[in-house]
Each structure stands twice: as structure tokens, then as C-alpha cells.
């Protein structure tokens, strides 16, 4: 088997990084999206409303899966 066609280890090291990234990252949007709901019409704003109680539910899963990814480095 050539390197062309071995799979990729799962390479889990910066996980939690990349996780955390994305946490910041989306909390960030929901803090911005506060900002544009002041310029924004009702439908606009429950649309918003709508989109940042799905990133928060993302928020709540990327948590979990640091905390998951916290626990399989501790294991190694």
C-alpha cells in the first residue's frame, strides 16, 4: 500500500483546540447577531432568535465533545 492510499489516522491532538475555536467563534456570532437585531424588522429578529438557539444548542455539544475528547487525552 502506497502513503496515497493508506486512511489518515484519527488524529484527535487539537481537537479540544479546534472545538474551544469554534465555541469562541460561535458565541462571538450570537454577540454580533445582538448588535444587527437592533437594525432589524420583527421577522429579521425572530429569525435571529431562531438561529442563536440553534448555535447555542451547538455550543452545548461542541462542550460536551471537549469534555469527551478531555477525558480520551487523559486516558492516553
Not at 21 to 34: A, D, F, M, Q, Y
Not at 43 to 59: D, H, L, T, V, Y
Amino acid at each position: 500500500m502506497t502513503n496515497e492510499q493508506r486512511p489518515n489516522p484519527d488524529n484527535r491532538a487539537d481537537n479540544v483546540d479546534r472545538l474551544q475555536e469554534n465555541v469562541t467563534n460561535t458565541i462571538e456570532n450570537i454577540e454580533e447577531s445582538h448588535e444587527a437585531m437592533k437594525f432589524s424588522n420583527e421577522k429579521e429578529k425572530q429569525q435571529i432568535q431562531e438561529k442563536n438557539k440553534r448555535r447555542e444548542q451547538s455550543i452545548e455539544g461542541m462542550r460536551e465533545e471537549i469534555k469527551e475528547e478531555a477525558e480520551f487525552n487523559d486516558e492516553r
